[in-house]
């Protein structure tokens, strides 16, 4: 088994000064439509939302009977859900901290039965950072589990840091590790075959390794107040360079969580010939079995220069399904050294 690069004096781990941090990648204003439960009193639960920093054209439905349950397609559905619409946004002009956009949208659904001519809207409108458009809303009766009182379609724009240019995972593959033996295998499962793949784990289609470099990673906790506390990490160069910070806490209006961020990064050769960076993020909650959060995902993006800087924004947690706006959690990385062939 590969175990993870434990923390330790060999990885570089320290508290990183503010000067220490890198510059965060520049912030985008993006449009977002998004179907959320109407709640007594105003609070926020789980939502689906269809966005785009230029157009988009999506559906989002509440399910199950619930509109506690919500979610959203790129594709229309082949079962009808019990209510729901299909959006459409395109941003027109940016004006410092307003977007000009076009919003359609329509009534695809109403009981789980498809509607040939239902209740829509089409228009033009400056919207500022945080401001949120109310654009339909269906009631319905009280479900058991549920003290929504229906579904509301709203349009929204924020501010978001530019994420590193995406690529494809493209299906299954073979997977070689260094020094492993070779494997196959897609998604989360381990690869099979003379011996245990080292990139097991960071997703379909991997055909090669690209050359093992050294990357350095900050931790970096945004207080409540605007502060932030920061952790360094400088992972040395392996076939797939896996980390793992000291566990933070994050107050809840529920109490405490403690979180733990682990994960890898590894420089891939897709099935297809591009040359990858894979980067996998973990994230566990404990000691507060109300704080929801836990979960990993796989991401492939383009390769970075050097000394361009990736950020990643990890979700934020849930108690009693009410997202923890406080604090903010996200990881910036950067090549520690270039090696040939990771360009």
Request: charged fraction near 20%.
């Amino acid at each position: 088994m590969i175990a993870y690069l434990l923390v330790a004096a060999s990885l570089g781990l320290s508290a990183a000064a503010a000067s220490d941090l890198p510059q965060a990648p520049p912030t985008e204003l993006v449009l977002a439509i998004s179907a959320s439960p109407i709640l007594p009193g105003g609070k926020d639960l789980s939502y689906a939302r269809a966005s785009d920093p230029t157009s988009f054209t999506e559906y989002l439905f509440s399910m199950d009977n619930s509109p506690c349950s919500v979610g959203g397609s790129v594709r229309d559905l082949a079962s009808p859900p019990t209510y729901g619409w299909r959006v459409s946004g395109r941003v027109l002009q940016r004006l410092d901290e307003n977007l000009l956009v076009q919003i359609e949208w329509q009534r695809l659904w109403e009981q789980s039965q498809r509607l040939n001519n239902g209740l829509k809207g089409s228009m033009q409108v400056s919207l500022h950072v945080g401001d949120r458009l109310p654009l339909d809303e269906i009631y319905v009766p009280a479900v058991p589990g549920c003290d929504a009182l229906g579904t509301r379609l709203e349009a929204t724009v924020f501010e978001r840091v530019v994420s590193p240019p995406r690529a494809k995972m493209r299906g299954t593959g073979a997977v070689v590790g260094v020094g492993a033996g070779r494997g196959s295998g897609s998604g989360m499962g381990s690869g099979q075959g003379q011996g245990e793949t080292a990139l097991a784990g960071f997703g379909p289609g991997i055909s090669s390794l690209a050359a093992p470099v050294a990357v350095e990673l900050w931790l970096v906790h945004t207080l409540p107040d605007g502060g932030e506390k920061v952790q360094r990490m400088t992972v040395p160069a392996s076939p797939s360079s896996r980390f793992r910070f000291p566990a933070i806490k994050i107050a809840t209006a529920e109490g405490d969580a403690t979180v733990e961020i682990s994960g890898g990064v590894a420089a891939v050769v897709d099935v297809s010939g591009e040359k990858q960076l894979r980067m996998l993020i973990q994230r566990r909650v404990s000691d507060n079995p109300l704080v929801i959060g836990g979960g990993t995902s796989i991401s492939a993006y383009q390769m970075p220069k050097p000394g361009d800087v990736y950020s990643f924004e990890t979700p934020a947690l849930r108690v009693k399904g009410v997202e923890v706006k406080s604090d903010r959690v996200s990881l910036r990385l950067r090549l520690a050294e270039r090696r040939d062939g990771w360009q």
